[in-house]
């Protein structure tokens, strides 16, 4: 089983829809969660964290947590074509490892 | 205010030979961790440096790569005897504290090996 585990897509939206990334991860003592945006041939930059079960929300990105399912989530809302890229999800384990470990993405293309 | 700086952008080898990947954190940042992608996947951590000292290296091969991160000077990835599938890229973050803190990493623009 991997670590942190995605779905690689590719996810196809039209635009304006809601764009759903799904994440698992193997580590149930993980206590810090991230999002990041990889442009193709671009390096990852962060989108959003989340430590507590729950939604966050900031502007059109919500996140969503559920350590009990180990399951970690990025919705995004009126998605646009700027938004195609891939959708790395990290994940700080308490494995003693003090570095995140990165699923293998989803790619996401909306489609105009 | 600089972010992280990786050189070169992009470097061909011939087998055998060795490649050095250099990366200076962001201004105020003492942590640095190295990270490979190959093509269509996800990022390995390689290794998490502070100054002077290897804090984590598990994902490091045992062999042909070695990192450090001196008093002075950038961070600097080295692979001896390259063989094609150290084509990847290379890349470098940096953050201000533990990850366990902000969990933030800065990531520079990569370092692209390619093994001929």
């Known amino acids: 089983q991997k670590e942190v585990e995605q779905n690689s897509g590719p996810l196809s939206v039209p635009e304006g829809a809601i764009a759903s990334l799904n994440c698992t991860y193997s580590?149930?003592?993980?206590?810090?969660f991230f999002w990041y945006r990889q442009y193709s041939g671009k390096s990852p930059e962060l989108i959003m964290f989340i430590y507590s079960n729950g939604d966050k929300e900031d502007g059109r990105f919500t996140a969503q947590l559920n350590k009990a399912s180990q399951y970690v989530s990025l919705l995004i809302r009126d998605s646009q074509p700027s938004d195609s890229a891939t959708y790395l999800c990290a994940v700080l384990m308490d494995t003693g490892r003090r570095a995140l470990t990165f699923g293998s993405g989803t790619r996401l293309q909306v489609q105009p | 205010n600089a972010g992280v700086m990786q050189n070169p952008r992009h470097l061909v080898r011939r087998r055998g030979q060795e490649a050095r990947l250099r990366c200076s954190p962001m201004k105020g940042h003492s942590h640095v961790y190295w990270y490979r992608q190959l093509p269509e996947e996800g990022l390995k951590f390689m290794v998490y440096?502070?100054?002077?000292?290897?804090?984590?290296e598990s994902g490091m091969p045992k062999e042909r790569f070695s990192a450090e991160f001196p008093k002075e000077g950038p961070s600097i990835l080295r692979i001896q005897q390259v063989v094609r599938g150290d084509s990847a890229a290379y890349f470098c973050a940096s953050s201000p504290s533990m990850q366990g803190h902000t969990g933030e990493l800065f990531f520079g623009e990569g370092s692209r090996l390619t093994v001929l």
């Open positions: 580590d149930r003592g993980s206590q810090s």
């Open positions: 440096l502070q100054k002077e000292n290897i804090i984590d």
